[in-house]
């Protein structure tokens, strides 16, 4: 039999696309032997990307938080299902691919419980001297920019997709540059998972290249990154110019750590709305 | 019959190598345009809007708020002002006190706008309120009823009647492209229209109020009939591809095909225009990501006539 060989694209808009550049690198196995041409997307890729985030990010803000909590649950079960797959994308001589699949699944599911009960950790009723209920409620900070760092490819870009998400945030995150598979596999997941095209937008490509345009981009409303110190820099400097906020994450952290467990880090991506209600006295 | 006065026509004009067309229109869109050239592309295009509210819901301080956004349309870069805002004719009044001197024309459509299906008296009847209330420019629709039924004469009388109607202000004829079917009756309807204007009148694709409007081929079709006509004549008529038209690379794409059909004669806002809400905004966009080198945000510019 004719082996079917596929041509990896990048998931943005609900769709698998190419770079509008035209242009590719070449990616190979851990053995050396060249896999497939990935698509190295450009600042424009990054900018149709924001676009798409923009028209699909209100209506996924208005599901309800049990809804968005479904539509998770079904992306952990869609891994699930391809967990081989992705697992062997994932194995390198050092390491088996089954561990990561087996904890991005676990921090799938993780947040996706999170998405019907951070509201109630991360707001609150506030007590105030005069005859009003004060209350504040978080909400969505808009489009978040992510930029995923090179290594756990799957596992730390969703430990960074998944508080921005959960939250009813749109994304755009750049994977990994030298291990790009598994985001063009999670690409295929996510299109399966009832998630509306474009809340979860992934180009793979050029970190170098992209990077200021991330942190210039008007449109970002926050960015979670690891960055070197230089890197990290120049994000600030853009994001202070935009008035973004900027996550940043240690490149050398242990991405399987329970410590990335946590609903503070879905606080990250939300503005806090504070109402004063008057009441009878 | 339709049929034999249409060709009668055509064999005077010659007909539409729609092939031809397409082929040629495919190849605009590749055309470079970068850095300096597409400031100035960009800036010319905002020099062109005519920027256009045309709902059932517009009040006279919804025109007073687009007036402010064509005389200023953002504060940073130093834009040129738009070229007209367009408006009903029963706004017309309340647009004036803004936009008076300030080189920012008044455009109105008029004659039942838009489907021009009411009588005769009605129609010379608003344009001549129109012009009375202010319009510099009116922009009237062809009877397509007449045009497909072959009345040809009929048709240009009633053109005819309304460029007596409008007195000192210019005539836009709209020839609703999407209702005429071909190209060669979008030809047909060209020169027809073309033949009782005054030089410096506008022939226009849309009104926008239907499911196809302006495209890159059947504005080709009728800057040829321009150009036609000018080397037959020496008449120079204008230009204005109206709705549809959202973005700023469209807008450069519209703006390639009159460079290489009219030349740089066409390239002024007297010349071609661009009848659009949502495209100045876009445009708008475009030039402050040229200027500051970072991509903007919608939110950074004032609303147009479209957010409301």
Known sequence: MLPITKTPKCYVGGAFIRSESGRVYPLSSASGEFLAHIPLCSRKDLRNAVEAAAKAGPGWARRSPYNRAQILYRLAEMLESRSAEMASALTTPNSPGEIEVRTTIDRIVHFAGWADKYEQVLGSVNPVASSHFNFTVTEPVGIVGILAPENSPLLALMTLILPAIVAGNAVVALASESQPYPAILLGELLAVSDLPGGVVNLLTGPRSEMLSTFATHEHLRALAATASPEEATQLQAGAAESIKRVVLHDPACDWASPHHHTPYAIRDFTEAKTVWHPVGA | MPASSLRRLLDDIGTVDATGIEERVAHYPTRSIKKQAKTFGLKLAVSMVDLTTLEGKDTPGKIASLCRKALCPHPEGDLPRVAAVCVYPSMVRHAVPHVQGTGVRIASVATAFPSGQAPLKTRLAEVRQAVADGADEIDMVINRGAFLAGEFAQMQDEIAAVVEACGESTLKVILETSELETYDNIRAASFLAMRVIRPGDF?????????????????????????????????????????????????????VAVKETLGDAWLRPSRYRFGASSLLNDLLRQLETQRTGAYQAPWTFTEDSSGY
Do not use: C, Y
């Open chain 2, 203 to 255: 022939i226009k694709t849309s009104t926008g109020k239907t499911s196809a409007n302006a495209t890159l081929g059947n504005q080709q079709v009728m800057l040829d009939a321009i150009r036609d006509h000018f080397l037959a004549t020496g008449v120079e008529i204008a230009m204005k591809p109206a709705g549809g038209i959202k973005n700023a690379k469209q807008a450069l794409q519209f703006l």
